[in-house]
Nanobody
Framework: QVQLVESGGGLVQAGGSLGLSCAAS????????MGWYRQAPGKQRELVAT???????NYADSAKGRFTISGDNAKNTIYLQMNTLKPEDTAVYYC???????????????WGQGTQVTVSS
């Protein structure tokens, strides 16, 4: 079993900052990539940012310059620092991990339960 436990989020005014964290635990042999996705009401889930175990990052255009993703491989944890938040950033933010549970396992996608981020105007 693998669990992704998210923390952070909440309500903030436009222009403010919030931080999210996600810790992966359980049967983990190796993690390839972890990241954040978000889903606003009535919209599809979309990429926010990802980071590989080697530290390579990828950001959605909407996140570039405002959000920073970082990771701690020893803790199987990633962080998302969100600055200059806008009302359109309001969404449920989901943690994602692509990992193998055993050396012989295939790479598998796992999701957290999601955490609400609300930005008021």
């Amino acid at each position: 079993q693998v669990q992704l436990v998210e923390s952070g989020g909440g309500l903030v005014q436009a222009g403010g900052s919030l931080g999210l964290s996600c810790a992966a635990s359980g049967n983990i042999f190796s993690i390839n990539t972890m990241g954040w996705y978000r889903q606003a009401p009535g919209k599809q889930r979309e990429l926010v940012a990802t980071i590989t175990s080697g530290g390579i990052t990828n950001y959605a255009d909407s996140a570039k310059g405002r959000f920073t993703i970082s990771g701690d491989n020893a803790k199987n944890t990633i962080y998302l620092q969100m600055n200059t938040l806008k009302p359109e950033d309001t969404a449920v933010y989901y943690c994602n991990a692509i990992l193998r549970s055993r050396i012989w396992s295939s790479w598998t996608n796992y999701w957290g339960q999601g955490t609400q981020v609300t930005v008021s105007s």
